[in-house]
């Protein structure tokens, strides 16, 4: 932090041996230079809590830091002053604390922070009690192992304690949750999918189906979608809002169905609102996959059968890493597909 530097630079050049330092979202003023507590041996160095890292502490913490030493040079200074304390921060406030941090940073999104922090990790604390180990560990320990939820949970709760400067490894208890454990997707065959369109009888949700289908897009960016050509698409990717192009596949389809046109008349507060009104109405119209699945094969008949393209080309139209597309989405081929693969391969001639 360039404020905290510059405050130390002008301690420092006016002699006065104490330093403001900034941990978990708290800031501290630092030094070796005080009387020792009783006990304690001279020169042992002390940390004293000036409260959360705000700007208007910040403001206030270099004058904070020239009356303690003060009060040091005049032989007034008194522990009894700086041992009371404030309770411990609650699990609230360092929440609060982490939000503000990660959304001035850019890490992450207020709907993101909201989905993947609060809803799954955080608001199961108890928010009005101190922030401490025993409070993470308990809230580990009650979710199922080897799931999703306890993994996600540990994940969460490492970040909060490692921004509020407590020490604990949540490792040992994350479990063997991993790709192996989720549950296989049974992707659409091209002559389902092709079923389920015709059988759409609402034009303006028949362009929907479409779009996520041919283009492989996620749900929510079908509505933030713009035709470049009979085979470009681009949309507002939903996890970096920026814009975002990709190719039809397959291409007969995008020559036949219809993608522009007036849409459902919905409104929506969240992309994840969204997505859940397509999932109810593809329901409606006996479209019995997952809509995550249309994406899913999408990618496999991109990247895997029939048109091959590299993966890093595909990951890049599908608005995700390589290593995502082909560890999460690749590793659902049909064996169907993997048949058709295997007699293509076998077809071709051998070279020496």
């Not at 004293?48 to 009060?71: F, R, T």
């Not at 991993?178 to 296989?184: C, E, T």
């Not at 034009?203 to 996620?218: D, N, Y």
Request: net charge positive.
């Amino acid at each position: 932090m360039g404020k905290v530097e510059g405050i130390n630079a002008r301690l420092k050049e006016a002699n006065v041996p104490i330093r403001v330092r900034v941990h978990g979202g708290a800031l501290y003023l630092r030094s070796s230079k005080l009387p020792p507590k009783s006990g304690d041996p001279d020169g042992k160095r002390y940390e004293i809590p000036m409260g959360p890292a705000s700007v208007a502490n910040i403001a206030l913490i270099e004058l904070k830091a020239h009356q303690l030493w003060q009060l040091v040079v005049q032989e007034r200074f008194d522990w009894a002053l700086y041992s009371k304390v404030k309770p411990p921060d609650t699990v609230g406030e360092w929440v609060d604390r982490l939000e503000t941090h990660r959304l001035s940073t850019g890490k992450c999104s207020k709907e993101t922070f909201d989905k993947f922090w609060r809803k799954t990790a955080f608001d199961k604390l108890d928010s009005d009690k101190p922030l401490t180990q025993s409070i993470l560990l308990a809230a580990v320990l009650e979710t199922k192992e080897n799931t999703w939820s306890r993994r996600r949970m540990c994940q969460a709760l490492t970040v909060l304690a490692k921004f509020s400067g407590l020490e604990i490894d949540l490792s040992p208890y994350s479990g063997g949750y991993g790709l192996n454990s989720v549950v296989r997707r049974e992707l659409p065959t091209d002559q389902e999918i092709e079923n389920w369109y015709n059988g759409i009888e609402n034009p303006a949700w028949r362009i929907i189906f479409a779009r996520i289908a041919i283009f492989g897009i996620r749900p929510s960016e079908s509505f933030e979608f713009e035709l470049i050509d009979t085979y470009t698409a681009r949309v507002i990717d939903a996890k970096t809002k920026r814009p975002r192009e990709t190719k039809a596949f397959h291409p007969h389809w995008a020559e036949s169905w219809d993608l522009m046109g007036c849409l459902p008349n919905l409104t929506w507060s969240s992309r994840n609102k969204l997505s859940n009104r397509i999932r109810v109405q593809f329901k409606r119209y006996k479209i019995n996959c997952e809509r995550y699945n249309l994406r899913h094969a999408w990618c496999v008949r991109c990247s895997v059968f029939p048109y091959r393209v590299p993966v890093s080309v595909a990951a890049r139209w599908a608005g995700h890493s390589p290593d995502v597309h082909q560890n999460i989405y690749n590793r659902w081929i049909r064996n169907d597909q993997e048949k058709d693969i295997y007699e293509q391969v076998i077809k071709q001639p051998k070279t020496l």
